[in-house]
Nanobody, 130 residues
């Protein structure tokens, strides 16, 4: 699978952005997908991830700093995983990456560990000004 991330931009604090990660190749329902971000001078950090619990059932996980503001979702028909980001803060400024790892079980949980992901998309810049 190959991943293409898009949707970044420059916004004011409090505004929203929606990132999209489009997968080409195998159906994304067999892949756990995560979003990570890297701010200048900082290490890459986990943001959100989504697993698979069966038809129309997903498991999601978020880092504490984005809970209640960000929502990860998947549209299997469009091979897309989205990250809706609301109430953006200047500290959300970073390059955002989506990543995927193939799973071979019927049900699989989301993963926070970057080392588990085998495929990465190019980053998309998100800049939030105060």
């Amino acid at each position: 699978v190959q991943l293409q991330a898009s949707g970044g931009g420059s916004v004011q604090a409090g505004e929203s952005l929606r990132l999209s990660c489009v997968a080409s190749g195998r159906a994304p329902s067999s892949y756990a997908v995560g979003w990570f971000r890297q701010a200048p001078g900082k290490e890459r950090e986990f943001v959100a991830a989504i697993g698979w619990g069966g038809p129309n059932k997903y498991y999601t996980d978020y880092t504490d700093s984005v809970k209640d503001r960000f929502t990860i979702s998947r549209d299997s028909a469009r091979n897309t995983v989205g990250l809706q980001m609301n109430s953006l803060k200047p500290e959300d400024t970073a390059v955002y990456y989506c990543a995927a790892v193939r799973r071979h079980t019927v049900v699989f949980l989301p993963s926070r560990s970057a080392s588990e992901y085998s495929t990465w998309g190019q980053g998309t810049q998100v800049t939030v000004s105060s």
